[in-house]
């Protein structure tokens, strides 16, 4: 049984994989963690597919990828908020738009690029197991900038996270802080598009910090237990795609989002136990032995 476990940690592209996942779980559940208190779900998802024509237009040409994706996700940004500054319509109707804008536009650039499907799978879906110790290096600068930024902006994050009104009276700057905020989510999604892809890192950065948010209220341990669980996601989807061969990232991402239901399901469960036994409790703590319709119901 242990050899299932160690065995495939013996090659040095699993070890690669391990880490680069590890070091993605890091950086998305620091930034995951505000994406789902402030409700930015559908920002998130806009950004990992908004960042697909820059690094579509750089994979062509032979460019850097991550320099091709940061232009994108900043003409993403900037677009959503010209479109819901100057018209009249909210900014989920401008992100709409410009999800599918983008979207279209970097699928239609990659088909304009010869090696269609090859070349689309590995940008939307990531190529974990042939990750380099130069994809690692930009990991673990992209990890360690959201780490400091992380600390650093705690204060205004966890303000607008509540009130913008309210972070803009205690001056903390809100419209700077939320492009921060969206300047970290496009950071996490350019460094990671090789570990899971542009498509399915949004996995990481919403299902971890969701599922975490179901056990604690605070947000320092909601973002240590979603760590945790995007780890243990990493680490059993590689164990599960080396043995069964199945594809590692779409395992992976598809694990974490398992978990959440599952923890969901849990709690459900346990709040319903826990409410069956207060009804069924007298004030003194002990069982009621009689029915409800024999022995009267205390309200004290």
Do not use: C
């Not at 239609?108 to 799978?121: E, N």
């Not at 009689?290 to 309200?299: G, N, Y």
């Amino acid at each position: 049984m242990l050899e299932l476990i160690t065995e495939p940690f013996a090659f040095t592209f699993m070890r690669n994989a391990l880490a680069a996942g590890l070091l993605t779980v890091v950086a998305s559940s620091l930034i995951g963690t505000w994406v789902v208190m402030r409700g930015m779900a559908f920002m998130g998802d806009a950004l990992a597919h908004g960042v697909l024509p820059g690094i579509a237009l750089a994979f062509i040409f032979g460019g850097n990828l991550l320099v091709g994706g940061a232009i994108s996700a900043a003409v993403m940004i900037g677009g959503v908020t010209l479109a819901s500054s100057r018209s009249r319509l909210g900014e989920d109707t401008s992100i709409g738009l410009l999800f599918v804008g983008m979207l279209a536009a970097g699928v239609a650039i990659i088909s304009k690029g010869g090696a269609y499907a090859g070349d689309l799978t590995t940008i939307l879906f990531g190529d974990p197991i042939g990750v380099t110790r130069s994809d690692l290096r930009v990991l673990l600068v992209a990890t360690v900038i959201t780490i400091v930024a992380s600390i650093a902006l705690y204060r205004p994050f966890l303000a607008l996270s509540f009130s913008r009104a309210k972070a803009q009276v205690l001056g903390m700057h809100p419209g700077l802080a939320h492009l921060a905020m969206l300047a970290l989510i496009a950071t996490v999604v350019i460094s990671s598009f090789r570990t899971v892809g542009t498509l399915l890192v949004f996995a990481f950065i919403v299902a971890p910090p969701a599922t975490a948010a179901l056990v604690s209220k605070r947000v320092p341990i909601m973002m240590g237990v979603s760590m945790i669980i995007g780890a243990l996601g990493v680490f059993v989807g590689l164990l599960v795609s080396f043995h069964f061969a199945t594809a590692t990232a779409a395992t992976i991402a598809g694990l974490t989002v398992l978990t959440f239901f599952l923890v969901l399901l849990g709690r459900e469960t346990v709040d319903r136990v826990a409410a069956w036994r207060r009804n069924h409790q007298d004030p003194s703590g002990r069982a009621d032995e009689a029915s409800p319709d024999t022995q009267p119901r205390s309200f004290t």
